[in-house]
């Protein structure tokens, strides 16, 4: 069974940094596709960034130059840098499996709450 345990979100100003992790399990995790998604108060599951072994990264256009996805193969670990945030990123952040806009039909994690306001 698949398990996807996100953290590190919080309330954080504009223009400040925040870093999200992703714990998983029970998948091959050096082999698959990962990505972040998000869904803001009101609104769908929106993609962010995918990060994938074989392709390497890639980055809504939202996020592009602000985000970076990493991942750490042998902790089966994902993360998500995001600095510069601004209360548009505001929303609850997601890791799955799968890449690009693909990844937010996917199973995913309870989510770690982002919180960007002054």
């Known amino acids: 069974e698949v398990q996807l345990v996100e953290s590190g979100g919080g309330v954080v100003e504009p223009g400040e940094s925040l870093r999200l992790s992703c714990r998983t399990s029970?998948?091959?995790?050096?082999?698959?596709?990962m990505s972040w998604v998000r869904q803001a108060p009101g609104k769908g599951l929106e993609w962010v960034a995918s990060?994938?072994?074989?392709?390497?990264?890639s980055y809504s256009d939202s996020v592009k130059g602000r985000f970076s996805i990493s991942r750490d193969d042998a902790k089966d670990m994902l993360y998500l840098q995001m600095n510069s945030l601004k209360p548009e990123d505001t929303a609850m952040y997601y890791c799955?499996?799968?890449w690009g806009s693909g990844s937010t039909t996917k199973p995913r994690g309870q989510g770690t709450q982002v919180t960007v306001s002054s």
């Open positions: 799955a499996q799968g």
């Open positions: 029970g998948l091959t995790f050096m082999f698959a596709s």
């Open positions: 990060s994938s072994g074989r392709v390497g990264t």
